[in-house]
């Protein structure tokens, strides 16, 4: 099985290092020196990592063969794959490789169904899950444990606990001042 484990950024000085945006909980054992990966688009790979170090926070690769700026440049964007077994699990049992996420029931602790996870959205801030509603919608969920309170993959289901507004219009709306005033903004 293929996984996204990370996403080529910028060049990073001349010596063909590239920043990269990682995707992947286990970055060590994914993006370490000697690893290959296969690409997307699959014409740009399979790279391997020749070495790797943490500047100012971001990772920065230099893969075989990229050994200038110019070179690293032609890489931006590109999405970086790792091959693992399928029945392989992450190391912490709260994380998830975004396969197992894919396709699970969203309810909320009450049973009431919300959707299915159709997308995994990674933003630098958090992951986000792209519910497809009943109705054909879709709701954005944030990946954060104060939302998603359970993960069971055996039930195949998300457990959720949204604040009000996240998914539907029951949001609570706090004003400063008396609207019925005929006064305002409008």
Do not use: C, W
């Not at 370490?32 to 688009?41: F, I, Q, R």
């Not at 200038?68 to 490789?97: M, V």
């Not at 969203?106 to 933003?123: F, N, P, Q, Y």
């Amino acid at each position: 099985m293929q996984l996204v484990v990370g996403r080529i950024g910028r060049a990073h000085g001349i010596k063909g290092e590239v920043t990269v945006e990682v995707r992947t909980d286990e970055p060590e054992l994914r993006l370490g020196p000697g690893a290959v990966l296969a690409t997307e688009p699959a014409s740009a790979g399979p790279l391997t990592i020749e070495t790797g170090r943490v500047h100012s926070g971001r990772l920065l690769l230099r893969f075989a063969g990229v050994r200038d700026r110019t070179g690293a440049e032609a890489l931006r964007n590109i999405l970086l794959i790792a091959e693992i077994d399928p029945e392989e699990l992450p190391e912490d049992p709260e994380e998830f490789y975004d396969h197992q996420l894919m396709d699970l029931d969203v309810v909320l602790a009450d049973g009431t169904e919300i959707g299915r996870i159709t997308e995994i959205s990674h933003l630098p801030s958090q992951d986000l899950f792209i519910v497809e509603r009943p109705d054909g919608s879709e709701v954005m969920i944030p990946f954060v444990g104060e939302i998603v309170t359970e993960i069971d993959l055996e039930e195949q289901r998300a457990v959720i606990d949204p604040p009000p507004g996240l998914i539907d219009d029951r949001a609570v709306i706090a004003s400063g001042k008396d609207d019925e005033s005929g006064e305002g903004g409008g």
